[in-house]
Nanobody
Framework: EVQLVESGGGKVQAGGSMRLSCLVS????????MGWFRQAPGKEREGVSC?????????YSDSVKGRFTLSRDNTHYNTMYLQMNSLTPEDTGVYYC????????????????WGPGTQVTVAS
């Protein structure tokens, strides 16, 4: 059974930090590109950051570049991480991890496997 489970969300003050994790099972993690997406109330789901399956190719949206860092552990834990620093209220939303077989793209429609999401709230 394919499973992606996000953890690490919660509430933080503006300027704070948070680390999200996505634990994957049920498919070959090292064969899939991975991504983090977020959705704020009333807005479309947007790509935050993506990473290739094995060569480190990555993408960051302009709104998070320099503040967020995505990493993955293919060897031991089948887990992807998103370190978020200097958080602002605009970072508030439900954060989803997702997997796609081929490409490092911030387009949600390209992703076939999704987690249920974790809420991140940044208070001003």
């Amino acid at each position: 059974e394919v499973q992606l489970v996000e953890s690490g969300g919660g509430k933080v003050q503006a300027g704070g930090s948070m680390r999200l994790s996505c634990l994957v099972s049920g498919f070959p993690f090292d064969g899939y590109a991975m991504g983090w997406f977020r959705q704020a109330p009333g807005k479309e789901r947007e790509g935050v950051s993506c990473i290739s399956n094995n060569d480190g190719t990555n993408y960051y949206s302009d709104s998070v570049k320099g503040r967020f860092t995505l990493s993955r552990d293919n060897t031991h834990y089948n887990t992807m991480y998103l370190q978020m620093n200097s958080l602002t209220p605009e970072d508030t939303g439900v954060y989803y991890c997702a997997a796609n077989r081929y490409d490092v793209k911030p387009d949600p429609s390209q992703y076939t496997h999704w987690g249920p999401g974790t809420q991140v709230t940044v208070a001003s």
